[in-house]
């Protein structure tokens, strides 16, 4: 039996952020408790280990940005750029994020538990984000790969330019963007949002949300438009 | 960038420690915006005494004279409080008229502000610095406005410093970049409005004292702002009795807004609002694009 890690503490009243970032880019296992983060940006950026790290107040920018692997709990809320860019691993915050919450992610999962802001899930390549609450306004935008599960609305123009990321919506979704529809709830859907609100630890009917993607006219090329192609070549 | 803070305070709690709260704010925006720095407080002023605030930038220049100048453009008394290269000219004679005198007559002056509660100061440089530089921290009043500068669409000089104000008692912090200002600037200077700088964010400022000074309520004056003004920004505004902070609907700009029972505040970034008196438990949001949120106090 192995024992169970000491928990470190990090209060950032008395420590350097570039300090506790160092730290938990230097551990390779273990808990960390990180206390007074007062709004400052990047803190748990680009972790990179099997590390469990719980921030105590809110977070400025990029929180828990690039991360992979471990896991990065805020108790309270974030601002622009949570997990932006995450890998694998798991980003949940018990209060709302602002702007481009996950955005670009790779990998991993993003939850919040609270609402998430503008441009949730912005060019997102294959993580899954979970939002308890509402979304706000051009979130999804062209994003390419991945899951957005939003429990709450969803702001104006969902899923602009959207590739091929799914975007499940529990309640109203006040517009479409451009190329963005409304498509079938398969069962190999419901099964994927039944297995993120697993995940994410949150209780909801995965029947009960609408499944919206692009309509693919967007990005492909229509035969329609060869006229105009073959003219605009030759100049 | 550029960082801007609003502290409007709803009780009389904290109104001796206005100033020392702005500062603190202002302190944690200073990464946004090293260029410059300004501040705009309002306090309960002396009933029928205008105060306008007026720059000479990097100058020490004979105050008296401008003093007694405008003392016989309005025919009423003007004191003279000079700090640093500002002063505050106070009379009881019509403030619209000694800021247009100025403008016609002092091109080495610029005019910040005129009205019964409010003061602006601005100066290049450190925002730390130019919190010290005028006094800040010892300020009381109700509510607040300040702005770090990172320079985009005008030269790093004092003039092109925020807080604007145009009309009496009326300001605006802007962080974006409008794109129509030119031409706004000259519909607006055919209704009366009088420009002092090239800036863009001055440009909203003036509309938003024509919108005042044609009857509109501050929502009324910012529903149609949100028509009139074409390009990116977070504004925080205040009036003699009130707040009102607007986004534009694309919302690139951040804002978070922070209240109490005894406050609301609002930043370009929370950390500015974490050394706010019991910030822990106050609710905070991010404003929504194209919404207007207004704060006023009761008389």
């Not at chain 1, 300090?19 to 990180?34: I, K, P």
């Not at chain 2, 404003?287 to 949120?293: E, L, N, S, T």
Request: hydrophobic share 40%; charged share 20%.
């Amino acid at each position: 039996m192995s024992t169970p890690h000491p928990v470190t503490t990090v209060d950032l009243a008395e420590t350097p952020l570039r300090d506790l970032n160092r730290t938990l880019h230097q551990a390779r296992q273990g808990s960390f408790r990180v206390l007074n983060p007062r709004g400052a940006h990047a803190v748990a950026c680009g972790i990179d280990a099997d590390i469990a790290v719980e921030v105590h107040g809110s977070v400025g920018y990029y929180c828990a940005g690039m991360h992979q692997k471990g896991s990065v709990y805020v108790d309270g809320n974030a601002s622009t750029g949570l997990a932006e860019n995450i890998m694998s691993g798991t980003v949940r915050i018990s209060g709302s994020a602002t702007m481009s919450a996950g955005a670009t992610g790779h990998g991993g999962l993003v939850v919040i538990e609270g609402n998430a802001g503008a441009r949730c899930g912005i060019s997102l390549k294959g993580a899954d984000i979970v939002v308890g609450g509402n979304v706000g306004h051009m979130s999804a935008f062209m994003a390419q790969a991945g899951n957005l599960v939003v429990l709450g609305d969803a702001g104006a123009d969902l899923g602009d330019s959207v590739y091929e990321a799914n975007l499940y919506v529990r309640g109203e979704v006040v517009s479409l963007g451009a190329d963005a529809t409304e498509k079938d709830m398969r069962a190999e859907h419901v099964r994927t949002v039944a297995g993120l609100l697993d995940a994410a630890g949150m209780e909801a009917d995965p029947v009960d949300f609408k499944r919206y993607g692009s309509a693919r006219n967007l990005y492909n090329f229509h035969i329609d438009d060869i006229d105009a192609e073959v003219a605009r070549r030759a100049g | 960038m550029c960082g801007i803070v609003g502290l409007f305070l709803k009780t009389e709690r904290f109104q001796p420690r206005l100033g020392e709260l702005t500062a603190s704010m202002l302190h944690e925006m200073r990464d946004r915006g090293p260029d410059s720095a300004g501040f705009a407080v309002y306090d309960q002023g002396r009933a029928g005494t205008t105060r306008i605030t007026v720059l000479a930038e990097g100058q020490r220049p004979d105050w008296s004279r401008t003093g007694a100048d405008l003392e016989n453009v309005l025919e009423a008394e003007v004191s003279v409080r000079p700090i640093r290269d500002h002063a505050v000219l106070e009379t009881a004679g019509d403030g619209s008229r000694a800021r247009q005198w100025l403008i016609d007559n002092s091109p080495e002056l610029d005019v910040l502000s005129y009205g019964t509660q409010i003061e602006i100061y601005k100066a290049v440089g450190d925002p730390d610095l130019v919190a010290i530089n005028y006094d800040l921290r010892s300020r009381s009043g109700t509510h607040a406005l300040a702005h770090t500068r990172m320079a985009t669409e005008s030269a790093v000089t004092t003039n092109g410093s925020h807080p604007f104000a145009t009309g009496a008692d009326t300001c605006l912090v802007h962080n974006g970049s409008l794109s129509n200002y030119n031409w706004l600037r000259t519909r607006l200077e055919r209704q009366g409005e009088m420009f002092q700088t090239e800036n863009d964010s001055e440009v909203a400022a003036g509309y938003l004292a024509w919108r005042l000074r044609e009857g509109d309520s501050l929502k009324q004056a910012l529903e149609r702002a949100l028509l009139a003004l074409d390009g990116f920004f977070t504004f925080a505004i205040g009036i003699e009795d009130g707040f009102a902070i607007l986004r534009d609907p694309i919302a690139c700009k951040p804002a978070i807004v922070a209240e109490t029972d005894d406050w609301v505040a609002m930043s370009s970034e929370y950390r500015a609002i974490t050394h706010l008196p019991d910030s822990g438990h106050a609710t905070v949001w991010e404003p929504a694009p194209g919404v207007i949120y207004t704060w006023t106090r009761a008389a």
